[in-house]
């Protein structure tokens, strides 16, 4: 249980005037980073609203310290007293969760506004809604309070739906949020701003007049963005690993280790074993760019049908996977279920796992593809509910065999084909053209504006998407 001396610990801005952001220890290592990175998911009236948010993303995506950056902000505008910061990690029960805040309830009575609570990785305490929903309905004081929820993993609050519904406050925008890694767009702001595109727009404005234009002027970069690439696609978007690239050119094993370390434990706690997720990883790697059959994957792990289902859904729900359907134009252009699907990692740093573990290493052009993957995915406002099966993207495959690795549906619909480390061909364009009329061929470095499918350069086409 947590005592008053260590909910003080943990809140220093309580009885500190003197306290300052530079002496947080996330805080300082953002600040001492060699980039600058800032996402928003939440706003001043997020805040003020009375409402229990989660926040979700991969492990070490920087959700502590966004939530300290949104503390530290209500420290400067006078709220000290109304800010309580709560490491989950420190609370093993939910009744110790309760206790923990009803004390924080107690301090202070004389303090002016609402309350703001930020519960850190509720992942590691079971039942967490449980207290959460007791206290709004009994406490009058936490029924007002906004309650920022972080967490890993997605499994607790599918579970927990049923007992927030209807106590979590009314607000007019989302109230689960998702924080990803830096995006493509995001890296090259911190390697050379200059080189980014000034507009982003949308993928199927890339098609009209304007859009053309638009990667014409972007691919006088391509050479530049080219490169960034080639780095992006080792260290991806979580923080340690792009410290890593911008400061040794690499991203060093120790920083792997611990990606493992993060995966592994979310899998322990779900009782999986981390053998078959070494296995499954390695699997993805293999097959980033392919179709995975459940049937194949179960063979190739030594478990059952079911339970490589489940070992997917685990990597899934902690946003380490994301699973792409084939495209079932036949109902309702909804997924095809009992087709084979493809699996992509949630992030480009993961794949460098295996190798790290001994195990396969991918292709860069396997690497790209994830890239765009991901890019893809982040287009879609709703991507938490749709992260590990993403409700408007898809693969696309006609009854002859022919695919596409892509097939974004709103708020238009957008073929998309990697051909980053491949020849094209005249077949290639020739499917895309004869099954949608247009779509985004992407390239290398290769420029094709003239024709209905557009040729765009991988670089180009990821930085004007962010």
């Known amino acids: 249980m ?13 009885t500190d005037p003197a306290w300052r952001p530079a002496d947080d220890l996330h805080l300082a290592a953002a600040e001492a980073a060699p980039f600058r990175w800032d996402p928003r998911p939440f706003d001043h009236d997020d805040l003020a609203s009375g409402a229990v948010f989660t926040l979700r993303g991969l492990r070490q995506s920087g959700k502590t310290t966004l939530a300290k950056r949104l503390i530290a902000e209500r420290v400067t505008a006078g709220h000290a007293r109304r800010t309580c910061f709560l490491t989950l990690q420190t609370i093993e029960t939910a009744d110790e969760l309760r206790e923990a805040i009803e004390l924080v309830l107690r301090l202070w009575p004389d303090a ?13 305490v079971r039942d ?55 995006s493509f767009r995001d890296y090259v702001a911190a390697r050379n701003p200059a080189a980014l595109p000034e507009t982003r727009p949308a993928l199927a404005d890339l098609l009209s007049p304007d859009g053309r234009a638009l990667v014409e002027t972007a691919s006088l970069r391509t050479a530049e963005l080219d490169q960034y690439l080639t780095e992006y696609v080792r260290c991806g978007g979580l923080p340690a690993p792009v410290t890593d690239m911008l400061l040794d050119g690499r991203v060093v094993d120790g920083t792997v280790t611990e990606l493992w370390r993060g995966l592994s434990a979310d899998a322990r706690r779900l009782s999986r074993s981390d053998l078959t997720l070494r296995k499954l990883l390695a699997r993805t790697v293999v097959g980033l760019s392919s179709m995975t059959d459940t049937g194949t994957l179960a063979h190739e792990l030594d478990v059952s049908r079911p339970t490589a289902g489940a070992y997917v859904d685990v990597l899934a729900a902690s946003f380490a996977l994301i699973a792409l359907y084939q495209r079932d134009a036949k ?12 699996l992509y990692l949630g992030d480009p740093a993961l794949a460098a796992i295996p190798g790290m573990l001994g195990g396969p290493a991918p292709s860069e052009g396997a690497l790209v593809e994830n890239a765009l993957a991901i890019a893809l995915l ?22 002859d065999g022919r695919e596409i690795d892509f097939l974004v549906t709103e708020p238009a619909l957008v073929a998309v084909e990697s051909k980053y480390a491949a020849h094209r ?25 003239d024709r209905e499918v557009l040729t765009v350069p991988a670089g180009v086409l990821l930085a004007l998407l962010g």
């Open 425 to 449: 061909t005249g077949k290639d364009y020739e499917s895309m053209t004869k099954a949608f009329g247009q779509g985004i061929m992407v390239s290398r470095r290769d420029v094709e504006l």
């Open 112 to 124: 002016v506004g609402d309350w703001l609570f930020v519960l850190d990785e509720l992942t590691f």
């Open 331 to 342: 109902r309702q252009d909804g997924p095809a279920l009992r087709r084979p699907r493809k």
């Open 128 to 182: 967490w809604a449980r207290p959460i929903v007791y206290l709004r309905e009994h406490d009058r004081t936490f029924r007002s309070a906004t309650v920022l929820l972080t967490g890993s993993s997605a499994y607790d609050l599918a579970a927990s739906a049923d007992l927030l519904h209807g106590r979590r406050g009314r607000w007019h925008r989302p109230l689960d949020r998702l924080h990803m890694p830096m």
């Open 378 to 399: 982040r287009a879609d406002r709703a991507a938490l509910e749709g992260f590990a099966h993403p409700h408007h993207l898809y693969y696309w495959r006609s009854a």
């Open 2 to 14: 947590l005592t008053r001396d260590q909910v003080n610990a943990l809140n220093p801005w309580w």
